[in-house]
């Protein structure tokens, strides 16, 4: 029997039934397992094994940073500061959004979080200011993607682990092209705000006041530098760093700003505990997978494969760009990275493409992702902020996806721009 059509196609077959990713897993290998009188204590080995990382010990704790700074009110002065600071063009507060954003995601790790943090207190400002209520959607949608690319990044995280690469140099990889998309994002809503968004410039810049808010919101503009100054510096690995995150959070959200109380952080270890659960599950399903895909050679049948079309090593980050942007609309960001890395990954060593510049693009095409229906996490997080309709809101957010495929053949040319910083820093 042809195992890799069999492990291939009944995956596919219990994700067209809508069965949960991680029984998906689980099951397709069962059956691969019993088909080839594997012993199965084999596969509960592989799912302890899959788990069984410390840099997975972060991810959680992100999550918990992340939700413990939204509450205990970092993230409303984080938007204080990015009002300041560009509220005063015209489209002000889809800027003040992406730029939230940007500065939240050096928090949290997580688009969705992101999206839900900054576009919960945006969305209904831009809608009190009459702006376009699909356009404040996908501002706050396409903003919150920017969690999983701008460090400390729960996905940059898990395919720094199922890729055996560096979790620390994935981050510092990540913050340059982060900071172009960003604002690329920011030059995409300019264009579209004089159509979307009223003819007012907001208030005036002023330097008095600009001062006044930073120094008001001093703690919350450190967050990110407690947690990713540790891990540059290098006197803290990312793991480390993300429970310093979930002690300055807490300490800032209860102390300093008095927003946190007992049930507020009750709330913030289920929403964390529930994220990590679905991800666990996932991830050691995952591993005992991908331990079958290379034992019956799928990966080098894939290298094989892609070779026969093209070896230009930008052609082929664009053809498996491609196949993520369609993936991404069907599953989630980190069944994306855990399945398909290993699936990937020698396709590219073979044509000398760089695994850190790899996850970067990898990670890119997720954020695409969150804004595809019919999955489109961050999309539906932010429909249900604005009220508004799905196709209405897919509707809006189109230019910015338009955006971030160009960036995707930016970065996927231009390799430098994500390997520069971690190549200065800690040397090739």
Known sequence: MNMPLVLLGSLAIFLALRVPIGVALGTASVLVYWLTDLPLESLALSYYDGLDKFPFIAVPMFLLAGALMEKGGISKRLISVADCLVGNVRGGLAHVTILACMLFSAISGSGPATTAAVGGIMIPTMLRRHYDRNYSG??????GTLGILIPPSGALIVYGVSADESVTRLFVAGFL???ILGC?????????ARHKTPNEPGEPFNLARTLRTVWDSRWALMAP????????????????????????GYAIGAFVYKELDWKTTQDCLEIASLITGTIAIIWGASLAYGELITIHQIPQMVTAFI???????????????????????????????IILTPLFLPVVKSVGIDPIH???VFVVNCEIGYLTPPLGTSLFVALGIADTTLGAIAKAVLPFIATMFLAVL??????????ILPNLLFGR
Not at 315 to 321: A, E, G, K
Not at 410 to 419: G, V
């Open 138 to 143: 996908a501002v706050s949608a396409c903003g």
């Open 177 to 179: 092209p982060g900071l």
């Open 184 to 192: 690329m994002l920011m030059i995409c809503a300019s264009f579209m």
């Open 225 to 248: 530098v407690v947690i990713l100054g540790g891990i540059y510096g290098g006197f803290v690995t990312p793991t480390e760093s993300a429970v310093i995150a979930v002690l300055y």
């Open 307 to 337: 070779k026969t079309m093209t070896t230009s090593p930008f052609l082929i980050l664009i053809l498996i760009s491609l196949f993520l942007t369609f993936v991404g609309m069907w599953l989630n960001t980190m069944a994306q990275i």
């Open 358 to 360: 790899f996850g970067i």
């Open 410 to 419: 930016i970065f996927s040319y231009f390799p430098s721009i994500s390997l």
